[in-house]
T-cell receptor, first 113, second 116 residues
């Protein structure tokens, strides 16, 4: 089955710093890839997604590129804000059969003013 | 749009009692809903996939007699934790997928269950 490995947190950054959260996956075929964000006290929200190799997902200043050659989908943001403090989950989903998501362990980001 | 609610948001119960958690898609129809469990500071683990009008599909290691899932309509799925024990204490999260396909799942805010 699919699996996702993402860097452990917590990640603590100062405001306006550059963010990278690494994510690699194993899957058969060509899975779709996602980043979800969970703000304190809230449910998971889709942050961005990519459905095929070399696709770049982007939203709210965050970006991630589907790299099939390295089986990676690293999340980046050029300048983080305090409001970005949350837990970020990388996830994958196969394109046939099961629609359930396989999640990474989550990475907590804390941005300090 | 695409809002999913869960009720209750938190519940405390005594060991041996049963607890029902509801998951509703408020503004769309969901043929498939998923139930996940999240332990503190850990990832979401899929428990079961619930399809409207049919039996749920449980993941390996999840006791179907303990975690009863019912998906009676296109907007409602329920998870009942039967004879709850302290080790069942966790954060339970549902998600709903749009009828007709599509990649995106929409997540509920979760239900925190504490069994004393």
């Amino acid at each position: 089955g699919n699996s996702v490995t993402q860097m452990e947190g917590p990640v603590t950054l100062s405001e306006e710093a550059f963010l990278t959260i690494n994510c690699t996956y194993t899957a058969t075929g060509y899975p779709s890839l996602f980043w979800y964000v969970q703000y304190p006290g809230e449910g998971l929200q889709l942050l961005l997604k990519a459905t095929k190799a070399d696709d770049k997902g982007s939203n709210k200043g965050f970006e991630a590129t589907y790299r099939k050659e390295t089986t990676s989908f690293h999340l980046e943001k050029g300048s983080v804000q305090v409001s970005d403090s949350a837990v970020y989950f990388c996830a994958t989903r196969g394109n046939t059969g099961r629609r359930a998501l396989t999640f990474g362990s989550g990475t907590r980001l804390q941005v300090q003013p | 749009g695409a809002v999913v609610s869960q009720h209750p948001s938190w519940v405390i119960c005594k060991s041996g009692t049963s607890v029902k958690i509801e998951c509703r898609s408020l503004d769309f129809q969901a043929t498939t809903m998923f139930w996940y469990r999240q332990f503190p500071k850990q990832s979401l683990m899929l428990m079961a996939t619930s399809n409207e009008g049919s039996k749920a599909t449980y993941e390996q290691g999840v006791e179907k007699d303990k975690f009863l899932i019912n998906h009676a309509s296109l907007t409602l799925s329920t998870l009942t934790v039967t004879s709850a024990h302290p080790e069942d204490s966790s954060f339970y999260i549902c998600s709903a997928a749009l009828a007709g396909g599509g990649l995106e799942q929409f997540f509920g805010p979760g239900t925190r269950l504490t069994v004393l």
